[in-house]
C-alpha cells in the first residue's frame, strides 16, 4: 500500500513538472514564430521551425540513449544538480515577479519587440533569411530546455515514455490553443506556472540528488510530496517577504 501511494507520488510529481515545463516553453516559441510569421512571411518562419525540431531530434537520437547506459545512482546525482540549478534559477524569477521586484514576463511585450526588430530588417524575400534564423532560435532554444527536462525526469524516475507523451500533450495543446488565440498569450498565468517548475524542479533536484548520495529518504518517494511543500511554503514566505520590503523601502527593481 505504502509502496503504491510513494510511486503514484512520484508520478503526479513528474507530469506536472514536465507538463508545466513543457507548456511554458511552448508559449515563449509560439510567441516568437507568430511575430515572424505575421511580420516576415509564413514560408520561411516554417522552414525555420522544421530545421530547430529536426535539430534537436538529432540531438536526442545522439545524447538520448547514453543516459540510459548511465549507472542510476551517478546519473540521479547529476540529473539532481541539473534540475536544482535550473529550479532555482525559475524559482528566483518567478519570487522576483510575484513581489513585484522584477517585472512581469510579458508575453505581448515580446511580440511587439519581436515585430518591432523584425520590420526594422527591411522587406521580406522569398527566401527570407531572418525570419528562417529567428524562427529557428526561438524553437531550437526553448525546445532544448524542453528536451533537457523531458531526458533528465523521465530518465531518472524510469518514466521516460510518460514523459515524452504528457510533453508531447503539452506543446500540442499550447500550440492549438495558442494558434486560436494569436497574439493573446498574455492571458496565460505563466510566472504561476514558473513558480510551480521551480518548486518541482528544485524538489525532484533536492530528492534525487540525495538518492545520488545514497540518502534513505523516510517514506520513499513520497518525500517529494513533503518537499514540493516546503519548498512552496518558502517561497511563499520569501514573496510576502520582499513585498514588505519593497513597500517599506518604495522600491522597485527591473532586473
Not at 17 to 41: C, D, K, N, P, Q
Not at 85 to 114: C, N, P, V
Amino acid at each position: 500500500m505504502i509502496a503504491t501511494v510513494s510511486s503514484s507520488t512520484s508520478t503526479v510529481v513528474l507530469v506536472g513538472a514536465v507538463f508545466l515545463a513543457s507548456a511554458v516553453e511552448m508559449v515563449e516559441a509560439l510567441t516568437i514564430v507568430l511575430a515572424v510569421g505575421h511580420v516576415r512571411g509564413w514560408r520561411s518562419a516554417f522552414r525555420g521551425v522544421a530545421v530547430a525540431l529536426l535539430a534537436l531530434a538529432a540531438l536526442v537520437g545522439a545524447f538520448g540513449p547514453a543516459l540510459v547506459s548511465v549507472p542510476l545512482s551517478a546519473l540521479r546525482l547529476v540529473v539532481g544538480t541539473v534540475l536544482l540549478i535550473f529550479g532555482m534559477q525559475w524559482l528566483r524569477k518567478a519570487i522576483l515577479r510575484s513581489s513585484g521586484r522584477k517585472d512581469k514576463h510579458d508575453e505581448d511585450a515580446i511580440y511587439r519587440e519581436t515585430v518591432a526588430e523584425l520590420e526594422a530588417q527591411g522587406g521580406t524575400v522569398k527566401h527570407d533569411q531572418v525570419a528562417f534564423v529567428v524562427a529557428f532560435k526561438g524553437v531550437f532554444l526553448e525546445g532544448l530546455e524542453i528536451v533537457i527536462t523531458v531526458l533528465t525526469l523521465g530518465t531518472s524516475a524510469h518514466r521516460l515514455g510518460l514523459a515524452v507523451i504528457v510533453a508531447v500533450v503539452a506543446v500540442v495543446l499550447v500550440g492549438v490553443v495558442g494558434v486560436i488565440v494569436a497574439k493573446q498569450l498574455s492571458s496565460v498565468p505563466e510566472n504561476a506556472m514558473k513558480m510551480a517548475v521551480g518548486v518541482m524542479l528544485v524538489s525532484y533536484g533536492t530528492f534525487w540528488t540525495g538518492e545520488g548520495l545514497h540518502v534513505r529518504w523516510p517514506g520513499g518517494d513520497t518525500t517529494l510530496l513533503a518537499l514540493v511543500v516546503l519548498y512552496a511554503l518558502t517561497a511563499f514566505a520569501c514573496v510576502q517577504i520582499f513585498k514588505i520590503a519593497r513597500d517599506a523601502s518604495g522600491d522597485f527593481v527591473r532586473e
